[in-house]
């Protein structure tokens, strides 16, 4: 049981690049969500899903796509990269009943 | 005002000391409340869910305030294991309506 796993770790784009951050469960969740962290701020929800073929628009999902075509995976796009884009994402999925939220590792980014 | 603050301390504090943080939250509507923690470039893991009638599991409490819309973990006998950042996570009815303060650091020195 792997948990939620991400990938890659690391990643630098150059500005108006684009890219996927795959994220995958095996814990049969069905809630996933995806969050950036900037320092000295919270976490801040990008994009969720409720379930495959499910998603919906966090609080800062400008410049991002979602998709969710299975239970387990869920990965990020970015459409054309920039700076400030910069920040660690993290996957995260929770069973829906405690809305206990589990995350992966995380993907450090830099857009340059 | 933010909708979720957290003094983002640093908390110096020697081994065994016990050690308290609070957490306000702004909207009266937020139903679940939650404790992670998060070590230097890692994930944030969950530490405890925070329950109405209030928590302990182990050495970490957790109390919920809802009159005056304040959470709170309280820290018995640190250990220098328990150095990390401890964010306050507020979630709202249904949907993802989630909010994590920005954090508070704790060090724990010998």
């Known amino acids: 049981n792997a948990g939620v796993t991400q990938t890659p770790k690391f990643q630098v784009l150059k500005t108006g690049q684009s890219m996927t951050l795959q994220c995958a469960q095996d814990?049969?969740?069905?809630?996933m969500s995806w969050y950036r962290q900037d320092p000295g701020m919270g976490l801040r929800l990008i994009h969720y899903?409720?379930?495959?073929?499910?998603?919906d628009q966090g609080e800062v999902p400008n410049g991002y796509n979602v998709s969710r075509s299975t239970t387990e995976d869920f990965p990020l796009r970015l459409l054309s990269a920039a700076p400030s884009q910069t920040s660690v994402y993290f996957c995260?999925?929770?069973?829906?009943?405690?809305?206990?939220?589990?995350f992966g590792p995380g993907t450090r980014l830099t857009v340059t | 005002r933010k909708e979720v603050e957290q003094d983002p301390g640093p908390f110096n504090v020697p081994e065994g000391a016990t050690v308290a943080f609070n957490c306000t939250y702004s909207?009266?509507?937020?139903?679940?409340f939650f404790w992670y923690r998060q070590d230097c470039r890692k994930e944030p893991k969950l530490l405890m869910s925070?329950?109405?009638s209030g928590n302990e599991d182990g050495r970490f409490t957790a109390q919920l305030n809802r009159a005056s819309q304040y959470i709170s973990l309280l820290i018995r006998d640190s250990k220098l294991s328990d150095s990390a950042t401890y964010l306050c996570?507020?979630?709202?009815?249904?949907?993802?309506?989630?909010?994590f303060g920005a954090g508070t650091r704790l060090f724990v020195k010998a």
């Open positions: 995260a999925s929770e069973s829906g009943t405690r809305r206990e939220q589990y």
């Open positions: 814990m049969n969740h069905e809630y």
């Open positions: 899903s409720v379930g495959a073929g499910i998603t």
């Open positions: 909207n009266s509507a937020s139903q679940s």
């Open positions: 925070v329950y109405s």
């Open positions: 996570v507020v979630r709202g009815t249904g949907g993802f309506k989630t909010i």
